[in-house]
Nanobody, 117 residues
């Protein structure tokens, strides 16, 4: 049974940085497209970034040049490095996994990121 375990959220001042981690447990990481989504207060969940098994990436326009998604296949873990954070980045961040071999997807429990002066 696949489980996604997130960590790394928290409270940060504008201009600060955070790194989120998401461990993919219980499945074959090599077939999985990993992504980070976020849901700001009162808004819908949106894609932030995603990365394929071959490390191809794409980003929401609002985070390009500030956020970096990466993966460590030896640890079955994906990371989201977030730099130059602004209050508009405040949201619950969710890890997502899509396994294209099994055609199943999974969500993490979410981690809160709050950017405030």
């Amino acid at each position: 049974q696949v489980e996604l375990v997130e960590s790394g959220g928290g409270l940060v001042q504008p201009g600060g940085s955070l790194r989120l981690s998401c461990a993919y447990l219980g499945g074959s990481f090599g077939f999985v497209v990993m992504g980070w989504y976020r849901q700001p207060p009162g808004k819908q969940r949106e894609l932030v970034a995603r990365i394929t098994p071959g490390a191809s990436t794409d980003y929401a326009d609002s985070v390009k040049a500030r956020f970096t998604i990466s993966r460590d296949n030896s640890k079955s873990t994906v990371y989201l490095r977030m730099n130059n954070l602004s209050p508009e980045d405040t949201a619950v961040y969710y890890c997502h996994a899509y396994n294209f071999a099994t055609r199943q997807d999974h969500w993490g429990q979410g981690t809160q990121v709050t950017v405030v002066s």
